[in-house]
């Protein structure tokens, strides 16, 4: 997910991308190390699910204000 979250963020400029992709690489290694760290899976699902919802929300808001203005490039 973070690799598409990246090359979709290079490619198209998605802002919720920019955000979401270093969240997923972030769940990705806690995940790989939950044995060493001792992080619940439902922590870190709690927290990539959060994190989504507040970077579609950002997104949201953020194109509505570029749309008012005219400046839809």
């Given amino acids: 997910m973070a690799v598409g979250c990246f090359a979709n963020a290079f490619k198209n400029r998605t802002y919720h991308c920019i955000l979401t992709g270093p969240l997923f690489l972030i769940a990705a290694i806690l995940f790989l190390s939950s044995d ?23 997104e949201w808001r953020y194109a509505q204000r570029l749309s008012t203005t005219g400046c839809n490039s």
Wanted: a positive charge; charged letters at 5%; aromatic letters at 8%.
């Fill in 36 to 58: 060493l760290t001792h992080v619940r899976p439902t922590a870190i699902w709690t927290g990539v699910l959060v994190g989504t919802g507040i970077a579609f929300l950002l």
